[in-house]
């Protein structure tokens, strides 16, 4: 009888097509953000393979089996490219630490997390530095010398710099119509919000390269977009000055299709069953759109994933029993 495959070799191909998936996505918001994005990913992966060490010196583990399969450098990837462009270098190290402390390890280690390690650093980041969490850049940002300037604080930029974003912009807005935001308003690109429309179409890519190869199935993606675009096509009121934003807006503004592809189909923190699996992306799409609409944060897919994490055993029961109900 062959020996069973070690778990970080039957790991590392995963975590190392989701990297690479999220290629297109982070491009786009090097492109859009500038060099704040690749500062940010240096500092949260260092940080997290710090972290890692640490703590399995601290368990008395071997680093081996941990280290290399790759979910701790996923994890630090994802909250990386969440995170604005240019925050403090010490807030990038508080979450990356926060995710793998309180989301990964204080639950015993990959595969025993209930929340999504990502987002709850992000998640614990944004409660305790709220202001720090809303400096988001203009397009194209800043060089890379002012950007390390910026990181480290060697300097503060000038104020107009940073800006609110389309999301924080309409749910804020009382008095001007979507058209005239999309026209005038420069956080506001041709359909969604300037820059994050190209940004989610290259995190679309890299779901649908992830989809093809079988990294996860279709049906919490599809739960999470299909319930966004309905919910705001129902509560679609045009352009008028109360409008909450079309579907097309929603779908293509924010981190939507970060959510969609690489949040919700985290694989431990996430429902086991299909059925449960597209209830769950169906309900972070809905707590999204309540958050973004109705909530105290312009965006939510960190608050909608850890709610529904916490929701995961009644949908497993909720697919069990419609499965006990199918005919034989």
């Not at 191909?13 to 859009?32: H, Y």
């Not at 949260?44 to 680093?63: C, D, I, K």
């Not at 312009?298 to 529904?308: E, I, K, N, R, S």
Request: a neutral charge; proline letters at 7%.
């Amino acid at each position: 009888m062959p020996r069973p495959e070690p778990l970080d070799e039957r790991l590392r191909p995963t975590m190392q097509r989701v990297l690479l998936a999220t290629v297109p996505g982070g491009l786009a918001l090097l492109w859009f953000q500038g060099w704040g994005i690749a500062l940010n990913l240096m500092l949260a992966g260092l940080t997290a393979l710090a972290v890692e060490v640490l703590m399995l010196r601290l368990r008395r583990r071997p680093l081996t089996p941990d280290l290399n399969d790759g979910s701790a450098l996923v994890s630090a990837t994802l909250l990386a490219l969440a995170l604005p462009a240019y925050c403090p270098w010490w807030l990038t190290v508080t979450a990356a630490a926060c995710a793998l402390l309180f989301g990964k390890h204080l639950w015993g280690g990959v595969g025993a997390n209930p929340f999504n390690p990502a987002m709850l650093g992000y998640a614990l980041v944004l409660v305790a530095f709220p202001a720090h969490m809303s400096q988001w850049p203009a397009a194209h940002g800043v060089g890379l010398l002012d950007g390390l300037q910026q990181v480290f604080g060697a300097q503060q930029t000038p104020d107009a710099w940073a800006g609110a974003t389309a999301l924080d912009t309409l749910r804020i807005n009382r008095s001007l119509t979507v058209d005239e935001l999309f026209a005038h308003d420069p956080a506001f690109g041709r359909f969604g919000g300037l820059g994050s429309e190209w940004v989610n179409l290259g995190f679309l890519v890299g779901g649908v390269f992830l989809l093809q190869q079988r990294v996860f199935s279709w049906h919490a993606p599809l739960g999470m977009l299909g319930s966004l675009f309905i919910v705001s096509l129902l509560c679609w009121n045009g352009s008028g000055s109360d409008s909450h934003g079309s579907p097309l807006f929603h779908l293509f503004t924010g981190a939507t299709m970060l959510g969609a592809f690489f949040i919700a189909t985290e694989p431990v923190s996430g429902a086991k069953a299909p059925f449960a699996r597209l209830l769950f992306g169906a309900g972070m799409g809905l707590l999204v759109y309540l958050i973004r609409t109705w909530g105290g944060y312009p965006d939510g897919v960190a608050f909608a994933v850890l709610l529904m994490n916490l929701a995961v055993p009644a949908l497993e029961r909720l697919a069990e029993a419609r499965q006990r109900r199918q005919p034989a």
